[in-house]
């Protein structure tokens, strides 16, 4: 596939458990970035992982979260003891920042709900 | 940090009408200003973006504008059609974008309809 994958596309998890999403970036791209969009709201910035830098972690809401990069290719994130705000649609994107392009391409989203 | 404001939160159109969506930012440093169309159920595609060095940017029907004295950018559609209906999200650069750092934020979007 030539776009971002992610997985998995719904996830349905009781209050308390953890959860694991993944995103596979576009071959190449340096980029990676996860930004979680609640019913209504925008895209609210999580984290974000450029080469070999240390990631920029001043979004994540609180220690619950945490995001991992292996290879400098897929990610994936990790919320822990879910609560009912988590509930979301995560979305990864990936980019060739770094050269000059800005533009973001995302995948279709990780789509959370914690009952 | 950067602060990004969108206006309208939500915008219906008769279908040939024209649509203006309004952003500002808080960081003067900002330097890129990049617009995502959301379809329903699928991740957000860059349709027009536009560089701190320039004051406008057009593409068919899709043109944006930028004051930086002003600290705000708009999103222009002309000859609305139903497939434009969306949800728009406007964004600005955190610092060095495209560098060893950076980030982009979002405005909290536009619920566009265009009615046949």
């Known amino acids: 596939g030539a776009g971002v994958s992610q997985s998995p596309s719904n996830k349905v998890t009781e209050k308390g458990k953890d959860v694991e999403l993944r995103c596979d970036p576009i071959s190449g791209h340096t980029a990676l970035y996860w930004y979680r969009q609640s019913l209504g709201q925008g895209l609210e910035f999580l984290i974000y992982f450029q080469g070999n830098s240390a990631p920029d972690k001043s979004g994540l809401p609180s220690d619950r979260f945490s995001a991992e990069r292996t290879g400098g290719s897929v990610s994936t994130l990790t919320i822990q003891r879910t609560q009912q705000e988590d509930s979301a649609v995560y979305l990864c994107?990936?980019?060739?920042?770094?050269?000059?392009?800005?533009?973001?391409?995302f995948g279709e989203g990780s789509r959370l709900t914690v009952l | 940090g950067e602060n990004v404001e969108q206006h309208p939160s939500t915008l219906s159109v008769q279908e040939g009408d024209s649509a203006v969506i309004k952003c500002t930012y808080s960081d003067s440093a900002s330097n890129y200003f990049p617009w995502y169309k959301q379809e329903l159920g699928k991740g957000p595609q860059l349709i027009i973006d536009?560089?701190?060095?320039?004051g406008e940017k057009k593409d068919q029907r899709i043109a944006v504008t930028l004051n930086k004295t002003a600290k705000h950018f708009s999103l222009h559609i002309t000859e609305t059609q139903p497939e434009d209906s969306a949800v728009y999200f406007c964004a600005a650069s955190d610092g060095n974008y495209g560098g060893s750092q950076g980030n982009l934020i979002f405005g909290k979007g536009t619920k566009l309809s265009v009615k046949p």
């Open positions: 994107a990936s980019s060739l920042a770094g050269l000059g392009t800005g533009e973001l391409f």
């Open positions: 536009i560089r701190s060095n320039v």
